[in-house]
């Protein structure tokens, strides 16, 4: 069998096209860079999502957590500290485990029958502890950056006329963006790496259809030789890497586009806020 | 353990609950917490010596020794360390092993790797093959303790490398105009200075560091994670304590755990933290020079 | 006295020299009632007393381990133990990259274990421990696999109502069938697959498979292996 005919074969095979069963001899290194490469569909695909998502719940959340009313931040805090005081490791199992006690055959309120065996699945259920989590994280960099903005700032802007809502849209918030986006880039990339973490507790796979840590471990268990897979897995995520990189680096040139050269700031990273 | 517990299948109510939580399983449980805070305590100052080696070799003049520090300190930033930790114990315990056997054997004629099976002679066996359960597991967590620490200490590194870099010039420059080699600069100026920039990113690397240890079950230590899932599932009638699936009150323990020991290590970091920022030329310390007037 | 105290000592220390040889016995020890963790913290089971049984018989001195039945073939022959013990099947694929003494559990019959009789187990979700032979087959049947770590999670995802019906040995899955009055039962007829079970070895350990080969052939000669199954399948094992 060529490597393009692997590739047609199972390039697609995490998400259920191609070839039905995962392949039982040989074990070639095409084979395995595009099962591995394949997997990686699955990664991308909850860290986008939960990123995404987690992006509008964090803005959220760093509200509250500057808000006066203790009724508003406590419940903030308290959802920061969880996610972020806890392994993601455990959350995974936990939500595993609670969500597969929901009743089978849905809730029933108000004469409306609520489907919930849904959420059992990895695709959603993994996506909401990954979203969650995230946000926890995010939430704590935002707030951290709203509190370091520059009183000068605030000033200049009340000396404009401008308050409440329109202060924090136009002044406050890109702002606060601009300050954290450094960290949030390693939040990134953190986030991609945890993506890993989704099949390896709680949440099963079907039809053999995971991530690429997934079929790494396929590959290692059937060719019983850890030192090819893994390195494997390590080479993708290294590429997913650069690749956040460059693109939260455009991102970040776009927020400084207004600053002189010199001021602008550089992602770098600064593990102080990193997961 | 006690007396009422020599027959378990004929007793119930809270002397049930009694003998099942003193169980043996249950005290290996126990210890495993023990376990996973010796590794925290033995893992950090690792970590923070392997990083600082790291950082300075990052910073060094020489230029393989340079490539090295940036490849080390480069390592973890595009890579899971979950995938390191699949595949790290293994190699680390075959280069022992190697080193060993190049040490010890006689006959070093025949090749060390046959095919997939790896073979040095019975006295290069680290540990020794008579050795007790106790030696072995004792090695099995020598070498999670490794693995963490070199994986955790490039997370050093790059902390330790940006403090160096954030520590201003000036004061570099003044210790230079005092006369200082480079070498007194660096002991005497750049290290101290250094530390109070490095601080925020260790505190968080501890953090991560705790939430790290979960993933010690993959390194064939006996954690709170395998025993929490070992005496957690359906135990049918083969066991002395049969009973359902308990996993799910097993893993809420285990997150009150690990909410403590953050909890915990927060109010304690933030004393260091203001110890450190005293009398420092920076936003925290010119904080607590004005709450102080 | 001192002259008896010597020899004792002389006795003591030739016989430690005799049994010098220490043979590292793993296992997974999540799969009863072929091994578990007991509640002392024990290997315990019939690979256990089995395993015992043919060390005093071979004249080895041995000890137990547990490993993650994930990695307990890289770890055989990266030297961290000897030998395996752990419900492992004799297939070929395993064969390629480890030796298999004389089978010491005849072919297993695996079997569905479903919430209900009618449970579709042809195309319906299967769930199964993944790298096992079961879940190859559940692969290749046509249903849809579904795949955890531990042999137990996969019991509980036919509790949860997340599989219809579990793909294991028979012998495993008995105990729960029997204690769960009646909300588990065996659906469809019992699928022999593997060629028995035998104990993993190092393909360069062909002294230490002889050996074992000479115990397991004596204790089914003299029965004493149909007397461990008869003890710890409930009576309802196979047997030579």
Not at chain 2, 43 to 71: C, D, E, N, Q, Y
Not at chain 3, 184 to 194: C, H, Q, S, T, Y
Request: glycine share 8%.
């Amino acid at each position: 069998m060529s490597c393009w005919e692997t590739f047609t074969d199972y390039a697609l095979r995490s998400v259920g096209i191609g070839a039905k069963l995962l392949p039982k001899a040989d074990f070639t290194l095409c084979q395995q860079f595009t099962l591995i490469g394949s997997g990686l569909i699955w990664n991308v695909y909850f860290a986008a999502l939960a990123l995404l998502f987690g992006f509008f719940l964090a803005n959220a959340l760093a509200l509250a957590r500057i808000a006066h009313s203790p009724f508003i931040r406590k419940p903030a805090e308290w959802f920061v500290f969880i996610f972020r005081g806890s392994p993601l490791f455990i959350q995974f199992f936990l939500a595993y485990e609670m969500l597969v006690l929901l009743p089978r055959t849905g809730i029933n309120l108000f004469g409306i029958t609520i489907v919930t065996s849904w959420l059992t699945k990895a695709w959603a259920g993994a996506l909401i502890v990954l979203f969650l989590n995230t946000a926890a994280y995010s939430a704590e960099i935002f707030y951290g950056a709203l509190r370091s903005i520059p009183k000068g700032d605030l000033e200049a802007a009340e000396a404009y006329g401008l308050t409440g809502w329109h202060k924090f849209r136009r002044i406050q918030w890109p702002t606060m963006l601009r300050l954290a986006w450094p960290s949030y880039t390693n939040e990134a990339i953190f986030l991609f790496q945890s993506t890993t973490l989704v099949f390896f507790s709680g949440f099963p796979a079907f039809s053999q259809q995971g991530d690429a840590l997934y079929y790494a471990n396929y590959f290692a268990d059937k060719t019983f030789n850890p030192f090819i897979p893994y390195p494997i897995v390590a080479f993708y995520f290294v590429i997913l890497t650069l690749g956040v990189i460059w693109l939260f680096g455009r991102i970040n040139r776009h927020l400084n586009r207004h600053l002189p050269q010199n001021s602008r700031s550089k992602i770098r990273l600064r593990p102080q806020l990193i997961r | 353990m006690f007396a009422a517990c020599a027959d378990p299948k004929a007793i119930e109510g809270l002397t049930w609950a009694m003998c099942y939580l003193t169980s043996g399983k249950h005290v290996d449980f126990y210890w495993s917490f023990v376990t996973v805070l010796a590794l925290l305590a033995i893992t950090a100052p690792v970590a923070m010596a392997l990083g600082f080696g790291g950082a300075m070799a990052a910073r060094s003049h020489i230029t393989p020794i340079r490539w090295f520090g940036k490849a080390y300190t480069a390592m973890v930033r595009g890579v899971p360390d979950i995938v390191y930790f699949l595949f790290f114990v293994i190699a680390l315990d075959q280069g022992i092993e190697y080193l060993n056997h190049l040490r010890v054997c006689e006959d070093l004629s025949q090749p060390v790797f046959r095919g997939l099976e790896f073979h040095v002679c019975p006295e290069a066996k680290v540990p020794p093959a008579s050795a007790s359960p106790f030696v072995n597991q004792l090695y099995g967590f020598g070498l999670a303790v490794i693995t963490f620490a070199i994986v955790f200490g490039a997370f050093v590194a790059n902390v330790i490398f940006g403090a160096m870099q954030a520590v201003p010039r000036a004061q570099l420059e003044t210790g230079e105009a005092y006369g200082m080699s480079q070498r007194q600069v660096f002991r005497r100026i750049l290290v101290p200075q250094m530390w109070t920039y490095a601080l925020p990113g260790l505190t968080n690397l501890w953090m991560i560091l705790i939430k790290a240890t979960p993933l010690l079950f993959l390194l064939s230590v006996k954690d709170i994670v395998y025993y929490a899932r070992e005496l957690g599932g359906t135990k049918t009638q083969a066991y002395d304590y049969p009973h359902p699936d308990w996993r799910l009150f097993y893993f809420l323990g285990l997150l009150v755990f690990y909410l403590a020991m953050t909890k915990i290590s927060e109010i304690v970091l933030t004393r260091i933290s203001n110890r450190l920022s005293k009398g420092q030329a920076t936003a925290a310390g010119e904080a607590m020079r004005k709450a102080a007037i | 006295m001192k002259k008896l105290l010597l020899a004792t000592v002389v006795l003591a220390m030739t016989a430690g020299f005799a049994s010098a040889q220490v043979v590292r016995l793993a296992t997974e020890g999540a799969y009863p009632p072929f091994n578990f963790i007991n509640d002392k913290g024990e290997v315990a089971g019939f690979e256990r007393e089995l395993g015992d049984e043919i060390c005093k018989r071979a004249a080895l001195e041995c000890t137990w381990t547990t490993n993650e039945w994930d990695s307990i073939i890289p770890n055989l022959q990266s030297g961290n133990y000897d030998a395996i013990i752990a419900g492992m099947s004799i297939t070929d694929e395993r064969s390629k990259v480890i030796a298999f003494s004389d089978n010491y559990y005849p072919p297993t019959a695996s079997a569905y274990l479903a919430a209900s009789a009618d449970a579709d187990i042809k195309t319906g979700v299967v769930a199964a421990q993944v790298s096992t032979i079961q879940a190859a087959y559940v692969a290749e049947s046509g249903a849809t696999l579904l795949e955890f770590p531990t042999p137990d999670e996969t019991v509980a995802a036919v509790r949860n109502g997340e599989a219809v019906a579990v793909f294991a040995d028979k012998d495993y899955l008995r105990p729960f069938a029997d204690e769960s009055n009646g909300a588990l039962v065996f659906v469809g007829e019992d699928v022999a697959i593997g060629s028995g079970i035998g104990i993993g070895l190092r393909q360069s350990d062909t002294e230490l498979k002889a050996k074992f080969d000479t115990a397991i052939k004596s204790m089914k000669a003299d029965g004493s292996i149909n007397a461990l199954i008869d003890k710890n399948f409930g009576g309802k094992g196979l047997k030579f």
